[in-house]
Structure formats: C-alpha cells, structure tokens
C-alpha cells in the first residue's frame, strides 16, 4: 500500500493564494477610502451643500477612482510576487520584506488618510497645488503641522493599527510565497496585471469622476494622491497645450477695447504689448510716501462694516471710516504669492502656479518700479524668512530692499514657525521708514505680515481684546492682526513723516476657500482702505474692484504720470459699468462681468455661470451668454507677455 501524497494545488487556487496578499491590500485600500469619504462629507460635505444622494453616486465613483490609484500603489508588490521564487518545501513563515512593506503601506496609507482629512478640514479640497507647494518648504510646513495637530498621537495610533495588520497578513504572505508557480504562470499573471495598468495610464482621464456641478461633490470623489500628483504635474505648464487660446491680435483688440474704458494711450501695440501711458493728473496727491500692508488671510468676512456679524476688525473699521473704504474688493487667488503678486505686478493670476515662483520674473513691470521712476525708494518688508514661496528672490530681482525676520535687531515679543510678531515687524517697519525718511525723497514700504496663521500662538495680555495666548484659533488671529495694524497706524502718527504718508491695508486673500463652486467668490472678498488724514477726506468706494486693479488705482490717487503695461484699471476713475474681475483657484481660472463668470478648466474646458452677489447665487447662464473670448483674451496674453519677458 502507497503513501498518500499531498494533492497539488489546482492552478486556480495556486494563482489566488500567490496572489491573496496584494488583493487584501487593494480591498483594505478601497475600503479605507470610502471610510474617509464618509467621514469627509460628514464634517466638510454637507456644509457645501452635498446631498446623500449626492454621497451614493459619490462612493462607488470613488471606488473607481481608488481602483486605478491602487494599480499604482500596489505595482511594485505586484513586481515583488512575479520575481519572488516560490520558497522551499519546509521553510514557514512569511519573509522579512513582505512583512516590512506591508507594515509601510499601511501605515503610510492610514497617515495620508489623516492628513488628507486635516488637509480638506482647511481647504475644502483633496490634495492640490497647495499640498505640492508646501512640501517644498518643510522647515515652515512641518513646524506648523507639528505644533498645531497631534502628530505623535497619529503616527502611533497608525502605527499599532499597521503592525496588526502585518501580523494577520504573515499567513497570507508564507502561503503566497510558499505555493508552487513557474516563472511562466506569474508572467502571464504580471500581463494581466500590466496591462490593466497600461488602460489606466492610456485612456482613462484624470477627471473621469468629475461629473457634478458641485466642486466639493467631485472633490469627495477624487482620490487624493492622485489629486497631487496631478497637481505635481501641472505645477507649472504651458498655458497654449491645456487651456482655450484663441488668436493673439483677436485678443489684443478685445483687451484694448476693454482697457481703453479706464483711459490711457496705448504705446507699443504694434509690438502685441499693452503699455498705457497716463499723463499727470492735477488733482492728484502729490508725492507722497505709501505703506502698503498686505495682511496674512485678512477677509472681509471678519469685518463689522462689511456686514459680518463676528465684528473681529474694529480697528481696521475704525481707520477705514477715516479715509477712503472700497466696500467691493475680491482677491485674485487663495494664497499668498497670489495676492503679493496681484498687488505688486497688476497681473492676471495665470494658471496654474504664480508668477514669484516661476523662473523669468525678474525685471518686471511692478508697482515699484513705477514708483522708482518717479524717485520713490522702495523696499519690501517680510514677518518670516523671506525665502518662503520665493519672496525675497522675487522683490530683490525687482529693485526692491528686503528686510525679514533676519534683520530684526531686538528679541522678539513672540515668533512661531510663520514669523515674528506683527507688533516687532511693524516696529522694523517705523524704523526703516525713519531711515527713508532721513535720506530725503518719498519712500514706498511694502509690508507682509505673518501672525494671522496657524498654529495661532501669539503674546499672553491681549486676552482684554479677546486675542488668547494659545487655543484661540483663527477669532484669536484676526483679532491680533487687527490691533497690530491699529497700533501701527497709532505709533505712525508719532513720526515727523506721517503727515505726508499715504496708508493702505488690504488682504493677501480671504481665511478659508468653502463652497461648492469651482470659483467660491464669497470667500474671495477682502477689505481695502487707503488712509492719509492730512491729504484724504472720509468718503467710500462701492463700485467691484480686483486687487489688480489697486496699483493703477493709487497712481491714479497720486496723480504721477506712469507708464506700465497693467492689467489693472484706476477704480476712481473707470466707470463702474462693465468692469471684470479675475480669479484663480488650483488649476482654474475665471473672469466676472456683469453679473457673468466665465471658468478656464484644464483640456480647454469653458463654464460660464450668473452669479447674485448679494445672495451668493450661482445659476446655469443661458446658452451663447458668457465673457469666454474676454476670458482666454486676459489669460493668455498675460502669459504670453510674461513667458517672453515683455512685461517690464
């Protein structure tokens, strides 16, 4: 009588035990992916208006998006089950590698899940552009993080949650790695597996989840690495190969004709420029200084005289009251560099990716150059290290001095991992303007704040202003801010050159992006005063005005002849009627017009809606309505000119 002999496994139970351990992976990945949109539109989606219905489309779409991610992810243990030689009989027990890089995965999938949560908490959005640019500062980016969210406590708990994980996989790994399978059969595997790969990458787009008119409800569905990849990949791309063009002249003759509504003769339109010259205007200030205070997230939804019920700007509504108030003033973009930008250049916000932080920006037509022609001294004034989102590169290769939190000369009141107090940077500012001052002719000061951001921490003794030394959160932010620039303008009063200085503060842009838009202009809104007791009498401005727009608008106010190729238009002396707006958010664009915004979407996309300011409205705009030729006219000669370095 024969021993029996184990029976070999049938090639179809050999090929799902080989392969046991990367489908357990995927599903795991599937299934963590829909936790976390569950849990994303329980705290951000039903805020922006995203239905349950909405959330039934939105899971198995985002099962779909995470299976072609997971065909990345998951590649290289795919390669790792084609090359790995099964193991000899008798040896138990799954490899070290397959137990390390499924603890990795793991734990490297659960923390992304964490930050992406904490990452749509503060943008309303997957991974973007926002999440590529910061990873190139991780001194500011990490600090913040770490002091603001419980980093530690994360990482362990995905840790434990990783190592369980690996331990209930070990078996799966010993079997896979243990059942007999020729070269050839994980081969034919691996063609499959490639080639499902190869469909992902060939034809199936990166927008195939986008099918609702809600941003948030796409955003919910999209998966996050891929988002950033996307985001990483379009970083800084040609305007001409992913959005609408249209011939260069039709567009300049669009430009011209809506330029020409705020004056000005045009000087070198045969080169395809836009320079305008403006004569002297008699009525105008003279020459005074100019501190122009860009305040860090800023928005007008803070402030009491812009209708909010938080009244967090007392100050600023103050001093606003006293001078000359623009009621109607939206950024240009969500960030930083795109309000510094919009300010100092006059520039349409092109997509994807700002001008400060592209090669080619030197030597640009900025608002202090102008002001350097007219004899003005000019510098550019940073709370933090000015090499942050390239700041200090761009205003130096500009002509402007640049002073940041490296030049303070005394111990600071409070810093954080964002920059020194607002207090010890406005007092670096008093100092430098003495300086100026001392050298005879007028200065411009371009200051940028940094203590209205996160982790919040600021001074002990403003609890009275309800400004708490840690743990007040954004209300604590605004409020400081706030009384820094109202202490400001106080200690200014003090200084010989105060009488004949010219103030300006206005928003870099608005706290928080929400809302269901692709452009969600509620948030854009920012507040913008210009005050100079001895030169300008209290009245307001209501008509709409962009921050591009605040350059020509002060050459305007001073009434010094210029010349400058600006997007902008001088808002007290261009008619109300008919003037545009322009916005960035991510990878879009957009212009606003009578009531219409018109969107620039990657792929040449085109959306144009009508849009109630007063009720934060968007209705679909009737077919054959929208600015779409004025739109692609603005954004592709904005980039044209600054690709071939003709706007100087």
């Known amino acids: 009588m024969t021993a029996d002999r184990p029976t070999p496994p049938s090639p179809d139970n050999g090929l799902a035990a080989r392969y046991r351990p990367l489908l357990l992976l995927a599903a795991w990945y599937l299934g963590l992916g829909s936790l976390l949109r569950v849990a994303l539109w329980l705290t951000s989606g039903r805020e922006a208006q995203v239905s349950i219905t909405s959330l039934l489309w939105v899971l198995p779409a985002g099962l779909v998006s995470d299976a ?10 795919a390669l790792y089950l084609w090359l790995k030689a099964p193991a000899k009989p008798g040896r138990a027990g799954a490899p070290i590698a397959s137990s390390a890089a499924t603890f990795l995965y793991v734990l490297g999938g659960l923390f992304l899940a964490a930050c992406e949560f904490f990452f749509f908490e503060e943008f309303n959005s997957r991974f973007n552009l926002v999440s590529v640019n910061y990873l190139m500062y991780p001194t500011e980016v990490a600090g913040d993080i770490w002091s603001e969210y419980p980093v530690v406590k994360i990482l362990l708990a995905c840790a434990v949650l990783a190592a369980i994980a690996t331990w209930r996989l070990r078996s799966h790994w010993s079997k896979a790695l243990s059942t007999p399978m020729t070269l050839k059969k994980r081969s034919y595997a691996m063609a499959l597996y490639g080639a499902a790969l190869a469909i992902a990458i060939a034809w199936i787009p990166a927008t195939l989840v986008a099918a609702s008119q809600n941003r948030v409800t796409n ?9 950033f990849f996307r985001a990483l990949r379009t970083s800084e791309i040609d305007y001409h190969a992913y959005y609408a063009t249209r011939p260069r002249a039709e567009n300049l003759k669009r430009l011209t004709s809506q330029l020409a509504m705020g004056g000005g003769t045009f000087t070198r339109l045969s080169e395809g420029r836009l320079d305008r010259q403006f004569p002297s205007r008699p009525d105008g200030l003279g020459k005074l200084n100019v501190i122009l205070v860009s305040s860090e997230s800023f928005g007008a939804e ?45 520039l349409p916000p092109v997509p994807t990716e700002s001008i400060l932080r592209r090669p080619g920006h030197e030597g640009m037509a900025t608002l202090g150059s102008v002001l350097r022609a007219q004899g003005y001294q000019t510098a550019f004034l940073y709370g933090g290290y000015g090499y942050f989102d390239n700041m200090n590169a761009f205003f130096q290769s500009n002509g402007y001095d640049v002073l940041d939190r490296t030049n303070l000369k005394t111990k600071p009141r409070f810093e ?8 010890d940077l406005f007092d670096m500012a008093l100092s430098y303007a003495d300086q100026q001052s001392a050298k005879g002719g007028p200065f411009f000061i371009h200051i940028m704040n940094t203590s209205n951001h996160k982790p919040f921490t600021f001074r002990p003794g403003l609890e009275a202003i309800g400004v708490k030394a840690s743990g007040g959160g954004r209300e604590s932010g605004v409020r400081y801010a706030d009384f820094a620039q109202g202490q400001f303008l106080r200690e200014a009063e003090k200084h010989p050159w105060f009488k004949d200085t010219l103030f300006i503060v206005v928003a870099d842009h608005g706290a928080r992006v929400y809302g269901r838009q692709e452009i969600p202009l509620r948030t854009y809104e920012i507040p913008l005063m210009f005050y100079s007791p001895a030169h300008l009498s209290p009245r307001r401005s209501d008509g709409l005005m962009s921050q591009i727009d605040l350059a020509p608008t002060l050459m305007g106010l001073l009434g010094l002849p ?4 600006w997007f902008g238009q001088d808002a007290l002396n261009t008619p109300e009627s008919g003037r545009v707006l322009l916005f960035n958010h991510n990878d879009h664009v957009a212009l606003m017009k009578d009531g219409l915004l018109t969107v620039l979407g990657l792929h040449g996309s085109r959306v144009s809606k009508i849009y109630d300011f007063e009720k934060d409205r ?22 044209e000119l600054f690709k071939s370095r003709n706007y100087n």
Request: no cysteine.
């Open 302 to 346: 803070f402030s009491h005289l812009y209708g909010s019920s938080r009244d967090w700007t007392p100050e600023f509504d103050h001093f606003a009251q006293k001078g000359l108030w623009f009621s109607h003033v939206y950024a240009t973009g969500t960030r930083t560099v795109r309000g510094l930008e919009a300010l100092s250049t006059s």
């Open 618 to 639: 968007y209705l679909p705009a009737p077919s054959g309505q929208g600015h779409d030729d004025l739109t692609v006219a603005y954004y592709q000669t904005a980039y």
């Open 219 to 227: 955003e919910l569905a999209e998966n996050g690495l891929s988002t």
């Open 416 to 423: 954080n991992i964002w920059g020194v107090s607002d207090e």
């Open 562 to 565: 210029y010349t400058a190729p």
């Open 68 to 77: 072609v991610q997971a065909l990345y992810v998951l590649f290289p243990l």
